[in-house]
Every structure is written in structure tokens, then in C-alpha cells.
């Protein structure tokens, strides 16, 4: 198993992450997206809203071309005691072309996809404050 029981159902409760890319000349990109877990194949997809062009926007070409990114998730869960909470999966992101709207659909997203689509596959999780305390680290590689 990719995730933890709890870091699913974490994702699947959180309506907004950041996708960090790299661009032409190493340059970093980081753009907020909607989180999309995929039971099916244990990934983070990434749909743009159709009608929306996501093949090509910067965040599609950066991936397209760099494929090592980074997904970011977190909120706080109380603030008195201050306690956040948060995911980071850096991972290879496959971009696809086609078949988006099939995949939002399957995987039950919120709004309907454009055609084109990223599907992130964890190489590391880093978490705090989801199966530990917030401000302890549980990092892994994963397959």
C-alpha cells in the first residue's frame, strides 16, 4: 500500500494542494490544483476543469518536460493548540492527453476534467500530524 488508511482519507478530504514543477532553466513553479486521490491505481491525479486547456498550461508543459515534481497538501486541524497537519509527495508525473474526462469521473472528482490530465506516482511521503503527532515527521520511499 501507497498511503496510510489515514493519509487517504486525509486527501479525500482536502479540496486544494500545490503542484510544484520545474521549468526551462531549472526555474521552480508552484500553482494550487484540486487533490484528486486514485484508489484504483494508488496516485494523486491532476484535472484541470474542462474547457480549461490543461494541456497547455505551464504546470502540464513543466511535467511534460520534468517529471520529478512535488505535491503539497496541509491546513491546520485546531489552532488553539496551534496543530497542523500535511502531506508532501514527490513523485514522477505522467502527463496524458487524453482520457481525463473518463478518469474524473471514475475517480468521483468534483467537477468534470478536460481531456488532458497528470497522474502523480509517489517515490516519497512526508507527513506530519496525520498518523503522528504535528510536529513529528514520517517520511518513507515507496515503490
Known sequence: MTF???EIEY?????LGRLATVGPGGRP???PVGVFYDPQTQTIV????A????AGSKKFRDAERHPEVAFAVDDLASVDPWTPRGIEIRGH?????????EVGERIGANMPFDSAWIRIRPRRILARGID?????????DVA
Do not use: K, V, W
Open 4 to 6: 496510510t488508511p489515514n
Open 11 to 15: 486527501l479525500n478530504g482536502q479540496l
Open 29 to 31: 513553479h508552484i500553482t
Open 46 to 49: 491532476i484535472g484541470g476543469h
Open 51 to 54: 474547457g480549461t486547456d490543461m
Open 93 to 101: 508525473a505522467e502527463t496524458h492527453t487524453t482520457g481525463g474526462e
Open 132 to 140: 503522528t503527532d504535528s510536529f513529528e515527521l514520517s517520511a518513507r
